[in-house]
């Protein structure tokens, strides 16, 4: 006997006996179990620290309760023979995650079970160690549960069931080892014979308002007692404490919320209701099913830090529960998607959809496929071999055994057809049938014209790009194969594949909860996936790593990795319009990157956080940090991450804050480092950038130049019939057009429009710009009636899709109004100019630059009419905004020119009339190619109102 208790206490003889009414002191004697300290106090019974004079070691004793309805003669005997037989069970069973069961017995009556005494803290109590507010990494937390469940698997091979699972009944001990503790042994005891159905639903009618919301906060973890010992899944008393009076904490309306204590009641509804199934509720046996739902209950809250059920009472709790509603993830989670599907199978309502066993569901945790990608080549293995044409070949097979690397080169192509076949099979999880139908149905059910197109374009568009990365990567197996490519390249391309299908990865999840703003941009968004081809070629596959440069510390690298891969989920996030979830999550991202102190990676999140404040309309946000990720980029040598941010401050300076000269500044930044990047997707948007530039300053001969080149670097990038390749000729055609060549620009479009419809079909939205270009090319040609259906055709499809009031009407509006003024229809084109402006004010407000076109329609309309005197005040606000704000010139004169007009007709200040006329014919010929309608026009006006030989003021041409 340790020296300790010598001497300290009553002796063994006289110690005082348990009564079960009472708390036993120390020194009290339970069979031959001497206790030593109070450790805490549940529903069902005591927890005590013991010791076992016969073995030399401390224990914790349990003592149950024994409910009123076992006092029934033979109810208590059956408990007994019940107990001890699932003790025995459980004691045999010996596995390393379950704690030791070392006796159960009776004493006085009272059930007892002695068990293995664990220094250490609870699982909840592990979970809120990472701090309030805060979550462990979800690795770290899927390590840990996975030592749980494998206690669980042991315990279910050997007929076992917990039937209570859940963070407080799991042990962390101080040598790190996991054990799961208070099995159904307690359970076994209290439910006796009772066939599980008696009076179920009538406890969860009449205890209802003892519930309260879980919450996020609802598993009130554990506090360890004094000596940090095993505890029963209630409070915990300091053993040196005075706590001796075990109040139930179920019954104590201070304590953590109903919801998360044990359920005792007659009727066999064991277990604690947030973790329980809904089979448990409704009164029926547990099986391995039923533990397998509680611990994916628990998992998930120790992922996400809340519950995957939200109910404030337990009814409410029973009917989510049963219906299957799994809350949608917090924004901003860094939960991979595929540890979330995993989670979700195993919370499904009925058992059978569920993972087969726990087993099942263990290695669906430990199969990650970034990491099972990664292995797939370097650690094949080879299972039944063959010999072929006298080389020995092997199918590849897991768990691997040996080497890829091993076998040497393999000439033969039936051997290499063998050891590379079946790359589909990495697929599995990311995109297989079962994703196909989550993405249609998701889609199709989107309240838009066009759901049902779109969600059959989806699928055709991950089908075409999932089949090429599959090529890829056979292709990447049997270059290895042949011994034709190094080791170190290889991993180079398998990483750049595992990247690209983490890509797809993300998007599947976002499109199978996708709503219709997820649904307009899912096109585009595939498009927008990093091209597969990359990664068979060695310059691209140079220049990533370049860009990226090497970590030498492991565990930094390893946390780079891992913040990397976020970042691809934002990226995706931004991508399909999450926008508000998309900058939560990379404003997360770059504060954890700037703790770690990689420049080279805060430099590429910084950029991501500058697209996603561009995306969400932050643009003085996005202009601070696309200039921090350029600077760091130029500092890190990094030149395609600097082409980058400067391209999208050009686009930003142009696009959001109007500011055409400091565009054209961020030109000179970007210009060389796109060159020096020696990527053709940098290159094709700097010259995307600087032909948008041009065009705003109405430089349509560079616009063009510019925008061809676009289209030329683009087609090699991405394919002639691509949506970027559609982007730049509906640029290129604008361009043209401004320079006269109409005819040209209706070729362009055309090409452009057959492009979209391929993509998008006849009804999406992504058509309105092109059909409003068109409109304006079929009018500059003459051909008003073709122009008005084009932007008849653009409303229509804008209110079909989004309703009367939307924002993207506002173009098609103020065009259609400008050709009902060449029509002979002033009175439409009124209706039309006021009906955009209405939008814009809503929209933007009355002072942003665009409103200026709305006012000016109005204007033209009304001086089209002969009202000269109420087309004067819209003027005028149109011609001030467009002098506050600086954009094309040829805009400025088309207002100017207006309220010449309006002035002559309203018979006032003629002289400014002249003046502003003369204003407007300068920059119509400055502007040169592109404007001769409008020149004619001022020319002709001036001529019939005798203003032909007025001169343009110097100075403020503009002003009054």
Same mark, same amino acid.
């Given at each position: 006997?340790?020296?300790?208790?010598?001497?300290?206490?009553?002796?063994?003889?006289?110690?005082?006996?348990?009564?079960?009414?009472?708390?036993?002191?120390?020194?009290?004697?339970?069979?031959?179990?001497?206790?030593?300290?109070?450790?805490?106090?549940?529903?069902?019974?005591?927890?005590?620290?013991?010791?076992?004079?016969?073995?030399?070691?401390?224990?914790?004793?349990?003592?149950?309760?024994?409910?009123?309805?076992?006092?029934?003669?033979?109810?208590?005997?059956?408990?007994?023979?019940?107990?001890?037989?699932?003790?025995?069970?459980?004691?045999?069973?010996?596995?390393?995650?379950?704690?030791?069961?070392?006796?159960?017995?009776?004493?006085?009556?009272?059930?007892?079970?002695?068990?293995?005494?664990?220094?250490?803290?609870?699982?909840?109590?592990?979970?809120?160690?990472?701090?309030?507010?805060?979550?462990?990494?979800?690795?770290?937390?899927?390590?840990?549960?996975?030592?749980?469940?494998?206690?669980?698997?042991?315990?279910?091979?050997?007929?076992?069931?917990?039937?209570?699972?859940?963070?407080?009944?799991?042990?962390?001990?101080?040598?790190?080892?996991?054990?799961?503790?208070?099995?159904?042994?307690?359970?076994?005891?209290?439910?006796?014979?009772?066939?599980?159905?008696?009076?179920?639903?009538?406890?969860?009618?009449?205890?209802?308002?003892?519930?309260?919301?879980?919450?996020?906060?609802?598993?009130?973890?554990?506090?360890?007692?004094?000596?940090?010992?095993?505890?029963?899944?209630?409070?915990?008393?300091?053993?040196?404490?005075?706590?001796?009076?075990?109040?139930?904490?179920?019954?104590?309306?201070?304590?953590?919320?109903?919801?998360?204590?044990?359920?005792?009641?007659?009727?066999?509804?064991?277990?604690?209701?947030?973790?329980?199934?809904?089979?448990?509720?409704?009164?029926?046996?547990?099986?391995?099913?039923?533990?397998?739902?509680?611990?994916?209950?628990?998992?998930?809250?120790?992922?996400?830090?809340?519950?995957?059920?939200?109910?404030?009472?337990?009814?409410?709790?029973?009917?989510?529960?049963?219906?299957?509603?799994?809350?949608?993830?917090?924004?901003?989670?860094?939960?991979?998607?595929?540890?979330?599907?995993?989670?979700?199978?195993?919370?499904?309502?009925?058992?059978?959809?569920?993972?087969?066993?726990?087993?099942?569901?263990?290695?669906?945790?430990?199969?990650?496929?970034?990491?099972?990608?990664?292995?797939?080549?370097?650690?094949?293995?080879?299972?039944?071999?063959?010999?072929?044409?006298?080389?020995?070949?092997?199918?590849?097979?897991?768990?691997?055994?040996?080497?890829?690397?091993?076998?040497?080169?393999?000439?033969?192509?039936?051997?290499?057809?063998?050891?590379?076949?079946?790359?589909?099979?990495?697929?599995?999880?990311?995109?297989?049938?079962?994703?196909?139908?989550?993405?249609?149905?998701?889609?199709?059910?989107?309240?838009?014209?066009?759901?049902?197109?779109?969600?059959?374009?989806?699928?055709?568009?991950?089908?075409?790009?999932?089949?090429?990365?599959?090529?890829?990567?056979?292709?990447?197996?049997?270059?290895?194969?042949?011994?034709?490519?190094?080791?170190?390249?290889?991993?180079?391309?398998?990483?750049?594949?595992?990247?690209?299908?983490?890509?797809?990865?993300?998007?599947?999840?976002?499109?199978?909860?996708?709503?219709?703003?997820?649904?307009?941009?899912?096109?585009?968004?595939?498009?927008?996936?990093?091209?597969?081809?990359?990664?068979?070629?060695?310059?691209?596959?140079?220049?990533?790593?370049?860009?990226?440069?090497?970590?030498?510390?492991?565990?930094?690298?390893?946390?780079?990795?891992?913040?990397?891969?976020?970042?691809?989920?934002?990226?995706?996030?931004?991508?399909?319009?999450?926008?508000?979830?998309?900058?939560?999550?990379?404003?997360?991202?770059?504060?954890?990157?700037?703790?770690?102190?990689?420049?080279?990676?805060?430099?590429?999140?910084?950029?991501?956080?500058?697209?996603?404040?561009?995306?969400?309309?932050?643009?003085?946000?996005?202009?601070?940090?696309?200039?921090?990720?350029?600077?760091?980029?130029?500092?890190?040598?990094?030149?395609?991450?600097?082409?980058?941010?400067?391209?999208?401050?050009?686009?930003?300076?142009?696009?959001?804050?109007?500011?055409?000269?400091?565009?054209?500044?961020?030109?000179?930044?970007?210009?060389?480092?796109?060159?020096?990047?020696?990527?053709?997707?940098?290159?094709?948007?700097?010259?995307?950038?600087? @032909?948008? $530039? +041009?065009?705003?300053?109405?430089?349509? /001969?560079? #616009? !063009?130049? =510019?925008? %061809?080149? &676009?289209? *030329?670097?683009?087609?090699?990038?991405?394919?002639?019939?691509?949506?970027?390749?559609?982007?730049?000729?509906?640029?290129?055609?604008?361009?043209?057009?401004?320079?006269?060549?109409?005819?040209?620009?209706?070729?362009?479009?055309?090409?452009?429009?057959?492009?979209?419809?391929?993509?998008?079909?006849?009804?999406?939205?992504?058509?309105?710009?092109?059909?409003?270009?068109? @409109?304006? $090319? +079929?009018?500059?040609?003459?051909?008003? /009636?073709? #122009? !008005?259906? =084009?932007? %008849?055709? &653009?409303? *229509?499809?804008?209110?079909?899709?989004?309703?009367?009031?939307?924002?993207?009407?506002?173009?098609?509006?103020?065009?259609?109004?400008?050709?009902?003024?060449?029509?002979?229809?002033?009175?439409?084109?009124?209706?039309?100019?006021?009906?955009?402006?209405?939008?814009?004010?809503?929209?933007?407000?009355?002072?942003?630059?665009?409103?200026?076109?709305?006012?000016?329609?109005? @204007?033209?309309?009304?001086?089209?009419?002969?009202?000269?005197?109420? #087309?004067?005040?819209?003027?005028?606000? &149109?011609?001030?905004?467009?002098?506050?704000?600086?954009?094309?010139?040829?805009?400025?004169?088309?207002?100017?020119?207006?309220?010449?007009?309006?002035?002559?007709?309203?018979?006032?200040?003629?002289?400014?009339?002249?003046?502003?006329?003369?204003?407007?014919?300068?920059?119509?010929?400055?502007?040169?190619?592109?404007?001769?309608?409008?020149?004619?026009?001022?020319?002709?006006?001036?001529?019939?109102?005798?203003?032909?030989?007025?001169?343009?003021?110097?100075?403020?041409?503009?002003?009054?």
């Amino acid at each position: 006997m340790p020296g300790a208790l010598e001497g300290s206490g009553p002796s063994l003889r006289s110690a005082p006996q348990a009564g079960e009414g009472d708390t036993p002191r120390p020194g009290t004697v339970i069979d031959r179990y001497v206790v030593l300290a109070f450790l805490g106090a549940g529903a069902m019974g005591l927890v005590l620290a013991a010791y076992d004079p016969e073995l030399d070691r401390r224990i914790a004793l349990k003592l149950l309760k024994t409910p009123r309805w076992l006092d029934e003669p033979g109810r208590n005997a059956r408990a007994q023979v019940r107990l001890r037989r699932e003790a025995q069970a459980l004691a045999r069973l010996g596995h390393p995650n379950v704690v030791t069961i070392y006796d159960v017995g009776v004493h006085e009556g009272q059930l007892y079970i002695a068990m293995e005494f664990v220094a250490g803290q609870t699982l909840g109590a592990w979970m809120a160690g990472a701090g309030e507010g805060q979550r462990r990494p979800w690795a770290e937390v899927s390590k840990v549960f996975e030592a749980a469940g494998r206690g669980l698997a042991a315990a279910h091979g050997a007929g076992l069931i917990h039937r209570d699972f859940k963070p407080e009944n799991v042990m962390i001990g101080e040598d790190g080892r996991v054990r799961v503790m208070d099995f159904g042994l307690a359970r076994a005891a209290l439910d006796g014979s009772l066939d599980g159905s008696e009076g179920s639903r009538e406890w969860l009618e009449t205890n209802s308002d003892l519930l309260r919301s879980p919450g996020p906060d609802a598993a009130a973890p554990l506090q360890a007692a004094g000596d940090g010992t095993m505890s029963e899944s209630q409070t915990l008393r300091d053993p040196g404490g005075t706590g001796g009076s075990g109040a139930d904490p179920a019954l104590d309306s201070g304590s953590a919320p109903l919801l998360a204590h044990p359920l005792t009641q007659t009727g066999a509804v064991m277990g604690t209701p947030a973790y329980m199934p809904p089979e448990q509720f409704g009164g029926e046996p547990a099986d391995a099913r039923s533990d397998q739902f509680s611990f994916c209950v628990a998992l998930y809250e120790a992922l996400y830090g809340e519950r995957p059920f939200r109910a404030t009472t337990l009814p409410e709790l029973v009917g989510v529960v049963e219906s299957g509603q799994v809350a949608a993830a917090p924004k901003g989670s860094a939960v991979p998607p595929w540890l979330r599907r995993v989670l979700v199978r195993g919370l499904q309502p009925d058992p059978d959809a569920r993972w087969p066993d726990m087993d099942a569901l263990l290695d669906a945790l430990a199969d990650d496929p970034r990491q099972r990608r990664r292995r797939w080549l370097r650690t094949a293995g080879l299972g039944t071999a063959a010999v072929l044409g006298g080389v020995l070949v092997a199918r590849m097979t897991a768990p691997a055994s040996i080497q890829l690397g091993e076998l040497g080169a393999l000439t033969d192509p039936r051997a290499q057809s063998l050891v590379c076949q079946d790359m589909a099979r990495h697929l599995d999880g990311v995109w297989s049938e079962a994703e196909r139908g989550r993405v249609r149905e998701a889609v199709t059910r989107a309240e838009l014209v066009y759901a049902e197109d779109t969600a059959e374009r989806v699928v055709a568009a991950l089908d075409d790009y999932t089949a090429a990365w599959v090529e890829a990567r056979t292709e990447a197996c049997v270059a290895s194969a042949t011994g034709e490519q190094s080791g170190a390249l290889l991993d180079r391309r398998m990483a750049c594949l595992d990247e690209r299908l983490h890509q797809v990865d993300a998007m599947v999840e976002v499109f199978a909860s996708a709503d219709a703003g997820v649904v307009e941009r899912a096109n585009r968004a595939i498009a927008g996936l990093s091209r597969v081809a990359d990664c068979g070629d060695r310059e691209a596959l140079s220049r990533v790593e370049a860009e990226r440069g090497r970590v030498d510390d492991p565990a930094v690298a390893e946390r780079v990795e891992a913040l990397e891969s976020r970042r691809i989920e934002a990226a995706v996030l931004r991508m399909t319009g999450r926008y508000e979830q998309g900058l939560r999550a990379t404003e997360a991202l770059v504060t954890e990157a700037e703790a770690l102190g990689e420049a080279r990676l805060e430099a590429r999140l910084w950029l991501e956080l500058g697209l996603q404040q561009a995306r969400g309309a932050k643009p003085e946000e996005a202009l601070d940090a696309l200039t921090r990720a350029y600077r760091e980029a130029v500092a890190e040598r990094m030149p395609g991450t600097a082409s980058r941010a400067a391209t999208q401050i050009v686009f930003l300076h142009v696009e959001q804050l109007r500011q055409i000269d400091a565009a054209e500044a961020w030109l000179v930044h970007a210009e060389p480092l796109a060159e020096a990047s020696g990527d053709p997707g940098r290159r094709a948007d700097f010259h995307t950038s600087a @032909g948008v $530039v +041009a065009l705003r300053q109405g430089h349509y /001969a560079d #616009a !063009e130049a =510019h925008h %061809r080149e &676009a289209v *030329a670097l683009f087609g090699r990038e991405r394919g002639e019939d691509s949506l970027a390749v559609a982007d730049a000729l509906i640029n290129v055609a604008v361009a043209v057009d401004q320079r006269g060549g109409a005819q040209e620009a209706r070729a362009l479009q055309l090409r452009a429009l057959a492009i979209l419809e391929r993509e998008f079909g006849t009804r999406h939205p992504r058509l309105i710009t092109t059909l409003s270009n068109m @409109g304006i $090319v +079929a009018k500059n040609l003459g051909d008003l /009636a073709a #122009a !008005e259906g =084009h932007y %008849r055709q &653009a409303i *229509a499809i804008i209110e079909d899709n989004h309703g009367e009031e939307h924002w993207t009407l506002i173009s098609p509006l103020v065009n259609y109004s400008t050709l009902s003024v060449l029509q002979g229809e002033p009175e439409r084109a009124e209706q039309q100019a006021r009906r955009a402006l209405a939008l814009i004010e809503g929209s933007y407000g009355p002072d942003h630059p665009i409103a200026a076109y709305a006012l000016t329609g109005i @204007g033209e309309a009304l001086v089209a009419a002969g009202d000269g005197g109420a #087309a004067l005040e819209p003027l005028e606000r &149109a011609l001030t905004l467009r002098t506050t704000h600086p954009g094309d010139p040829t805009d400025l004169a088309q207002t100017g020119f207006a309220l010449a007009q309006a002035l002559v007709l309203a018979g006032r200040g003629r002289s400014r009339a002249g003046s502003l006329a003369a204003s407007a014919r300068g920059a119509f010929e400055a502007a040169g190619e592109g404007s001769e309608r409008q020149l004619e026009a001022v020319r002709a006006w001036q001529v019939e109102t005798g203003l032909l030989d007025a001169a343009a003021p110097t100075g403020r041409p503009w002003s009054r």
